[in-house]
């Protein structure tokens, strides 16, 4: 008889490979250099000045759905005061040429103060957006210097 090899257990070898990779990454990792970490007090700041300007541009988007909102309440509200009216102006007999420029002229009113309440309305929304987009955009610039200051000092 030949003398074998032992068989080796495979959990064995799978335990050497891991402790031989873990020493290879040991290696490797404590001759990196790490930069310092900043002034965690510093990084707070940032970050709570983040919050605020997040919240800021939150109301202001608020603020400006509530202002669409309002004016879109007083919009319908004159709109139905209006159809009202119109009703009652159509209701009168006349003759059925005049009763049809009315009614034409009545829709062509109608119709350029919809597209006018539409422009007014989308005026208010891009307003709004900008503005608390143009706060969020300022605070971010600012933040980028922030954290360039603040690894400079680390580093």
């Known amino acids: ?7 080796e257990n495979p959990f ?18 404590s001759s990196m250099k790490l930069p310092s970490l900043p002034d965690s007090e510093a990084l ?7 919050f605020e300007a997040w919240s800021a541009a939150n109301r202001i988007a608020l603020e400006g759905a ?11 509200q004159q709109t139905m005061a209006e159809l009202s009216e119109q009703v ?8 059925p040429a005049a009763k049809a420029a009315k009614q034409a002229d ?12 539409t422009k ?11 503005e608390a987009v143009g706060a969020l955009n300022h605070r971010f610039t600012e933040a980028m210097e922030e954290v360039k200051l603040l690894a400079a000092k680390a580093g």
């Open 1 to 7: 008889m030949s003398a074998s090899k032992p068989v």
């Open 12 to 29: 064995a070898q799978a335990m050497a490979q891991a402790k031989t990779a873990a020493e290879d990454f040991s290696k490797m990792f």
């Open 44 to 50: 707070l700041a940032v970050h709570r000045r983040n």
């Open 66 to 76: 509530q202002a669409v909102a309002k004016r879109n309440m007083e919009i319908m």
């Open 88 to 95: 009652r102006a159509l209701a009168v007999a006349e003759a």
């Open 106 to 117: 009545l829709l062509k009113q109608s119709y350029e103060r919809a597209v006018a309440n």
């Open 120 to 130: 007014e309305l989308t005026d208010l929304i891009q307003r709004a957006n900008a």
